[in-house]
């Protein structure tokens, strides 16, 4: 891995990491059913797509794993809301 390449991961990192906390504002906005609902779209998208990508090789299922996990890591708070949601109710 050159130099240039390994700049580019870091820097992809970073942008996602910058990305992470900006759509964590508008995920914590949203109705925890909604947001567990999508969580668990995003894990059935996960598995699915690593399921096709390993037994078909081909790179579009890679992406769909990809998104699959971003979409499950970027809405996994969603357990926290349903408590305080009910703390809050009680």
């Known amino acids: 891995m050159s130099m ?6 870091i820097g992809l990192f970073i942008l996602m990491m910058v990305g992470y906390r900006v759509a964590d504002r508008y995920v914590k906005r949203l109705d ?3 947001v567990k609902t999508v969580n ?3 894990f059935v998208i996960g598995i699915v797509g690593g399921i096709l990508w390993y037994a078909f090789g081909n790179q579009i ?8 996990v971003v979409t499950y890591f970027l809405f ?4 926290k809301m349903e408590e305080e949601e009910e703390k809050k109710e009680s």
């Open 40 to 42: 668990w779209i995003g």
């Open 4 to 9: 240039i390449e390994f700049s580019l991961v």
């Open 61 to 68: 299922y890679m992406f769909i794993t990809v998104i699959g």
């Open 76 to 79: 996994y708070g969603y357990d």
């Open 32 to 34: 925890p059913r909604t």
